[in-house]
Antibody, heavy 121, light 110 residues
Framework: EVQLLESGGGLVQPGGSLRLSCAAS????????MSWVRQAPGKGLEWVSV????????HYADSVKGRFNISRDNSTNTLYLQMHGLRAEDTAVYYC??????????????WGQGTLVTVSS | QSALTQPASVSGSPGQSITISCTGT?????????VSWYQQHPGKAPKLMIY???KRPSGVSSRFSGSKSGNTASLTISGLQAEDEADYYC??????????FGGGTKLTVL
């Protein structure tokens, strides 16, 4: 059974940093691209970033480019999202998302339960 | 990276069929067969219902079907049931190697 368990969310001041983690199990982690998808309160889904199965390729939404960094550790089956320069508009539930393919973000076939990030003074 | 365009809401009675549209551009929906549809109930994580335009993951009811014509994809739900009431989102792979979602459609079962 595929399981994705996010952690690291919380309250952070504007301009601050936070690192999210996602522990994956139930599948061959290194064989699939992984994404982060967020959802602001009462709003729709917004794709944030993707990393290929090997970790050698990453892509970001324009809204987070230069502030967020996605990475993965295939030895521990863990996905990360390092967030810097946080803004109020980054407030959202952040979902860890498994893609159906290895290299590009085509479709999220499994989702974590999400972790809430709140950016506020 | 503009979001794909979906109607804000649709409704139907039990047993009826409804269709939700998802309009993109020639750089996403129109170029690739990587359109997906997700169902999200309140307070829950999304669930994949359709991938690669018209394929259903194991366990998803055959009442859900997908199609695409040009820059517009569609999700059809036949034989509406009360438990189908939820938010539905489409997504597409893009030429910028990103994923873009639609704004979401709230389905109400009358």
């Amino acid at each position: 059974e595929v399981q994705l368990l996010e952690s690291g969310g919380g309250l952070v001041q504007p301009g601050g940093s936070l690192r999210l983690s996602c522990a994956a199990s139930g599948f061959t982690f290194s064989s699939y691209a992984m994404s982060w998808v967020r959802q602001a309160p009462g709003k729709g889904l917004e794709w944030v970033s993707v990393i290929s199965g090997s970790g050698g390729s990453t892509h970001y939404a324009d809204s987070v480019k230069g502030r967020f960094n996605i990475s993965r550790d295939n030895s521990t089956n863990t996905l990360y999202l390092q967030m810097h320069g946080l803004r109020a508009e980054d407030t959202a539930v952040y979902y860890c998302a498994k893609d159906g393919q290895r290299y590009i973000p085509t479709s999220v076939d499994y989702w974590g339960q999400g972790t809430l990030v709140t950016v506020s003074s | 990276q503009s979001a794909l365009t979906q109607p804000a809401s649709v409704s139907g009675s039990p047993g009826q069929s409804i269709t939700i549209s998802c309009t993109g551009t020639s750089s996403d929906v129109g170029r690739y067969n990587y359109v997906s549809w997700y169902q999200q109930h309140p307070g829950k994580a999304p669930k994949l219902m359709i991938y690669e335009v018209s394929k259903r993951p194991s366990g998803v009811s055959s009442r859900f079907s997908g199609s695409k014509s040009g820059n517009t994809a569609s999700l059809t739900i036949s034989g509406l049931q009360a438990e189908d009431e939820a938010d539905y989102y489409c997504s597409s792979y893009t030429s910028r190697t990103t994923l873009v979602f639609g704004g979401g459609t709230k389905l109400t079962v009358l």
